[in-house]
Nanobody, 126 residues
Framework: QVQLVESGGGLVQAGDSLTLSCAAS????????MAWFRQAPGKEREFVSA????????DYADSVRGRFTISKDNTKNSMYLQMTSLKPEDTAVYYC???????????????????WGQGTQVTVSS
């Protein structure tokens, strides 16, 4: 069992930066990869970024590539999403997720992940 808690969301102005954190607890040793997803008002949940437990492989959605940076610190059992040049369209609830196996689905699909946090709200004003 893995528990995930997101934090760091808030209200910022377009062009600002913000860093989200995801604290993991429980059986983190069984985690293969972690990811960030987001869901904007009126839209479906979408992939943002993913990273393997070792930190050796990362990926980003085209909409955030070049602006967001995913990282993790295994000594703190935490994952981070550094967001820069924020845009109003980045406004969404951001979710942390983990998967225990590299098999069973692509890293950018919701169905590939086993555990989810409750989300943290990011609002970017014009």
């Amino acid at each position: 069992q893995v528990q995930l808690v997101e934090s760091g969301g808030g209200l910022v102005q377009a062009g600002d930066s913000l860093t989200l954190s995801c604290a993991a607890s429980g059986r983190t040793f069984s985690t293969y990869a972690m990811a960030w997803f987001r869901q904007a008002p009126g839209k479906e949940r979408e992939f943002v970024s993913a990273i393997t437990w070792s930190g050796g492989s990362v990926d980003y959605a085209d909409s955030v590539r070049g602006r967001f940076t995913i990282s993790k610190d295994n000594t703190k059992n935490s994952m981070y999403l550094q967001m820069t040049s924020l845009k109003p369209e980045d406004t969404a609830v951001y979710y942390c997720a983990t998967r225990s196996s590299p098999w069973g689905g692509s890293h950018y699909r919701e169905r590939s992940y086993d555990y989810w946090g409750q989300g943290t709200q990011v609002t970017v004003s014009s």
